[in-house]
C-alpha cells in the first residue's frame, strides 16, 4: 500500500486526500487549521492539526517514512518553500508541490521539487489517479466518468490474443491501441497477439480503469 502526506487542506487538498484514500491509499492529511482537519478526518487514514513549517514537527510524524509528500498550502509561496525544504532535508522520496501561477512553479521547479502541478489546469482526481497508480504511463481525462490510460500490458495479458481477453465484456474497457517501441497499432485487430513491452491505450470508465491497473 503506498502512503501519502498532504499538507494544506484546502478544497484541493481535502479533494487530492479524499481521492488517495479511495484508491485505497493510507493518507495522512495534515492542516495547521483544526476545523480543517476535522471536516477531512472521517474520510482518511489519519488527519492531524500540526505547522509543516516546522521541520520537527515532519521529522515527529515520520514524514521521511510516506511514499510522497503533497503540499496544498496555497498561495504563500514562502511557506511552500520552506515545507518543501524540509520535506527534501527529511529525505522524503517524491514531493509534489501546489503552485497558483508559473512564477511559483519556476521557483519550486529550481528547488528541486519532484512535480509542480497547478490546480487550475489539474484537478484532484486525476492528479490523485497519476500519483497513486505506479504503472500508468498516462491519464488523460475525458470527463469526471471517463477517461485514457496508457499502462504496460499485465503480465496475464502477455501472450493472449484480445479475442482471448474480451475486455470489453469482462472488464468494460476499450483497448485503442497499443504501442510496441516505435510503432502504434491503433485500433488493433482481435487476432492480435500481445506481447511483453506492449504498452496498453484503455478507454474506459474510471471504475473500469481502476480494475485494469489491479490486474
Known amino acids: ?31 495547521i487549521r483544526s476545523n480543517v482537519v476535522q471536516q477531512v478526518s472521517a ?39 520552506l515545507v518543501a525544504m524540509n520535506l527534501m532535508e527529511l529525505e522524503v522520496p517524491y514531493v509534489v508541490c501546489k503552485a497558483h501561477d508559473e512564477t511559483h512553479r519556476r521557483v519550486l521547479e529550481k528547488l528541486g521539487v519532484n512535480r509542480v502541478v497547478i490546480p487550475e489546469q489539474e484537478n484532484a482526481q486525476r492528479l490523485g489517479r497519476s500519483l497513486h497508480s505506479h504503472n500508468v504511463l498516462e491519464y488523460i481525462e475525458l470527463s469526471e466518468e471517463y477517461g485514457i490510460l496508457e499502462v504496460p500490458a499485465p503480465k496475464s495479458w502477455i501472450g493472449k490474443t484480445l479475442r482471448e481477453l474480451n475486455v470489453r465484456a469482462k472488464l468494460g474497457v476499450h483497448i485503442i491501441a497499443v504501442e510496441c517501441g516505435k510503432k502504434t497499432n491503433v485500433a488493433p485487430a482481435a487476432d492480435y497477439l500481445i506481447q511483453e513491452g506492449d504498452l496498453m491505450v484503455v478507454l474506459g470508465d474510471n471504475y473500469a480503469l481502476e480494475a485494469v491497473q489491479k490486474l
Open 1 to 31: 500500500m503506498k502512503s501519502y502526506i498532504v499538507i494544506g487542506l484546502g478544497l484541493f487538498g481535502q479533494a487530492l486526500a479524499r481521492q488517495l484514500c479511495k484508491l485505497g491509499a493510507d493518507v495522512l492529511a495534515m492542516d
Open 43 to 81: 474520510d482518511v487514514t489519519h488527519a492531524v492539526v500540526g505547522d509543516a513549517k516546522d521541520k520537527e514537527v515532519l521529522r515527529a510524524l515520520g514524514a521521511r517514512d510516506f511514499d510522497c509528500a503533497i503540499i496544498a498550502i496555497g498561495n504563500d509561496l514562502a511557506a511552500s518553500v
